[in-house]
């Protein structure tokens, strides 16, 4: 019976440890973004949500342009980039 109770207290060690890693880990991407925010100027959720959306306006810009299409891509490029600079202002 000694062997059930110390491979119980391994466990639990275990256990603990892998706890303790997972419960770091919402504060370091937290930490990260806060970083990135504060790096490039963007301060709140609206200005986060404004550049992600610039960012795909930008990037279907590209694929509008690959079709042959041009204006669409110009008008939604010039969104973009609005929306960008919006953002980090």
């Known amino acids: 019976m000694a062997r059930a109770s110390d491979s119980g207290g391994l466990l639990q060690s275990l256990g603990e ?15 990260f973004f806060a970083g990135v925010g504060l790096g490039a100027g963007v301060h709140g959720f609206f200005d986060w949500t404004a ?13 509008g342009l690959k079709k042959g299409r041009v204006v669409g891509p ?10 960008m600079g919006w953002a980090v202002s």
């Open 74 to 83: 110009v008008v939604r490029g010039f969104l973009g980039v609005a929306l």
């Open 17 to 31: 440890a892998v706890g303790g890693f997972l419960a770091g880990i919402p504060p370091a991407i937290n930490s």
């Open 51 to 63: 550049l992600i959306l610039g960012l795909a306006l930008l990037l279907s810009v590209i694929s």
